[in-house]
């Protein structure tokens, strides 16, 4: 059974900055990937970054230039950076990994931009 526990996240101003953290029991995270999403209110669930257990990393076009994943292997944590936030980035936001082809998701945290 693999827990993720998230934290981070809240409310900004348009333009602000918040970090999200992900955090997994043992050393998971270090040998698979791990993802971050986001679903808006009616809309799916998106990809919004994504870091190899090699630490190559890919993101979503919305997201490019403002967004960062990394992972801190010493803390079993992937970390969200979010800069430069825009009202459309509102929703909640969720980190997954796959194991055995079996998907984990965090508990899921709103992320609120104000305009």
């Known amino acids: 059974q693999v827990q993720l526990v998230e934290s981070g996240g809240g409310l900004v101003q348009a333009g602000g900055s918040l970090r999200r953290s992900c955090a997994a029991s043992?050393?998971?995270?270090?040998?698979?990937?791990v993802g971050w999403y986001r679903q808006a209110p009616g809309k799916q669930r998106d990809l919004v970054a994504r870091i190899t257990s090699g630490g190559s990393t890919n993101y979503a076009d919305s997201v490019k230039g403002r967004f960062t994943i990394s992972r801190d292997n010493a803390k079993n944590t992937v970390s969200l950076q979010m800069n430069s936030l825009k009202a459309e980035d509102t929703a909640t936001y969720y980190c997954?990994?796959?194991?055995?082809?079996?998907?984990?998701w965090g508990q899921g945290t709103q992320v609120t931009v104000s305009s």
């Open positions: 997954r990994l796959v194991l055995r082809g079996i998907p984990y």
């Open positions: 043992g050393t998971i995270f270090r040998i698979r990937p």
